[in-house]
């Protein structure tokens, strides 16, 4: 019987080990809305990763893969803005959470899914300057170091719809 009692006992911490792992992923997600605005708006917003949308927009994105951003307008200059991914305080402390409860496990998801992560700065807001002819074509941006092509980018999203 006291045996019994020390495996349910062993099973149980195990379950409540693998359970509580992944806390930021859980919490936070692996995503997180990125917002782009520019004065004045109607810019259109080309990201590194392939996507495209016009000022003021929200993107969801990845939190683990760090992105260009370039915003082009006629009769405006092109500008541009790198969105960093590095662990932010939400993610520091979901991470020492895993640890601290003993989810290696856990701390490997949050790691893996980016979870831990948040994209700086979260709002990227550009005042364009006007200039003859500006841009006139959007082009994409080159990828950061550890950021996401659009190639990838495309078949991740391909992958989620289906």
């Known amino acids: 019987m006291h045996h ?3 495996r349910l006992a062993l099973a149980a911490i195990l379950v409540a080990a693998l359970a509580g792992g992944g806390c930021a992923t859980f919490a936070r997600g692996s995503t997180q809305a990125l ?3 520019s004065l004045p708006g109607g810019a ?3 990201l590194s990763n392939g996507e ?7 993107l969801k994105l990845k939190r683990k893969h760090p992105v260009a951003v370039e ?3 006629p009769g ?3 500008a541009t803005a790198q969105v960093r991914s590095k662990v932010g305080s939400g993610g ?3 991470l020492a959470g895993n640890l601290l409860i003993g989810g290696l496990v856990g701390a490997g998801v949050d790691a893996a899914t980016g979870a831990a992560k948040d994209l700086n700065p979260n709002v990227v807001a550009v005042l364009l300057l006007e200039e003859a002819p500006g841009c006139r ?3 994409f941006p080159a990828v950061p170091e550890h950021g996401q092509t659009p190639d990838e980018y495309a078949k991740e999203k391909s992958k989620h719809k289906k």
């Open 4 to 6: 019994l009692l020390h």
């Open 35 to 37: 917002t782009i605005d």
């Open 44 to 46: 259109t917003v080309s």
């Open 52 to 58: 495209r949308c016009s000022t003021p927009c929200t």
């Open 71 to 73: 915003l082009c307008k």
């Open 76 to 78: 405006y200059r092109q």
């Open 92 to 94: 520091a402390a979901g």
């Open 137 to 139: 074509v959007p082009q």
